[in-house]
């Protein structure tokens, strides 16, 4: 048998190979080996033992050759440090929206200085933006809906599993929460224009419904804005991720449907327009 170090660089030159990312193969290596980082490089010239060197391979021959994300070959990803399951019903958690998470916890100690407020995430997915903010912040009281059922029960297993408080509601945008205000509204709608290449990996496996917002990419952003002013309390956050391109023409539609409010726009690490928020003090 190999020794770890010598099938970690024969399956990443492979990947390498064949247009795939290589930091995919090792992820499959940590997670067939049932070892951390840490433990991998104390183990790196040790021979693999054969069980774990089969599902290995497996594993790299569905990421490379079936065209099987990784996410979805182990069945998890790390957001915000915390382990959410992830699987074809939903969207696989990117770091851009680790962001946005930081950004809102920012701005709650900015507006609201610890006190308790409702807080609604709409097209929660796989919940990591709920039970995120719902663990990170014990004064949040998290919302989370979603038309898709399916992906509803995997963001309440996230739930369970990392013993969040959040709460579930199957509908369309605002429907399942009608007659309640909030303090806090963010949402990563789905923001890829109808017609737009995505690569193949991502349109077999993530949910078009979780991907496709329209024939400018907006048109769930437009449905949010529009209806916002009825469900938000006088002081409030709305926070938005979004594709880097569409910054201004959001911040248009923003200004149609709210007066007095500051529209703050940020970059992600990468230097891309990916974050907007409307802010009521």
Do not use: W
Not at 174 to 186: M, T
Not at 230 to 241: C, M, Y
């Amino acid at each position: 048998m190999p020794t770890f170090r010598e099938a970690l660089k024969i399956n990443e030159q492979y990947a390498l190979d064949n247009n795939k990312e290589d930091s995919g193969v090792k992820l499959l290596l940590l997670h067939f080996s049932k070892m951390t980082s840490a433990d991998l490089i104390m183990n790196i010239n040790t021979e693999m033992p054969i069980d774990n060197y089969k599902e290995f391979l497996y594993g790299v021959d569905r990421y490379i050759t079936k065209n099987i994300p990784v996410q979805h070959i182990i069945g998890y990803e790390y957001f915000y440090g915390h382990k959410f399951i992830v699987n074809k019903d939903v969207l696989i958690p990117r770091y851009e929206t680790e962001e946005l998470v930081a950004h809102v916890l920012m701005y709650y100690d900015e507006v609201f200085e610890d006190k308790d407020v409702e807080v609604l995430d709409i097209g929660t997915g796989s919940g990591c933006l709920a039970v995120t903010l719902d663990i990170e912040e014990q004064h949040m009281n998290v919302v989370g809906t979603d038309i898709s059922n399916e992906a509803l029960e995997t963001a309440k297993q996230n739930n369970e599993n990392l013993k969040g408080k959040a709460t579930f509601l199957q509908g369309d945008l605002f429907e399942p929460i009608k007659g309640r205000k909030f303090d806090i509204i963010v949402s990563n709608p789905p923001y890829i224009p109808q017609g737009e290449y995505v690569e193949d990996l991502v349109v077999n496996n993530e949910p078009d419904i979780a991907l496709f917002g329209g024939e400018d990419g907006l048109y769930f952003y437009r449905l949010i804005i529009e209806q916002a002013p009825n469900f938000v309390n006088d002081r409030f956050i709305i926070a938005f991720e979004h594709a880097y391109d569409k910054a201004k023409e959001l911040k248009k539609i923003i200004q149609k449907h709210f007066v007095d409010v500051d529209i703050i726009q940020k970059k992600d690490m990468q230097g891309k327009d990916r974050m907007t928020f409307i802010i009521k003090k």
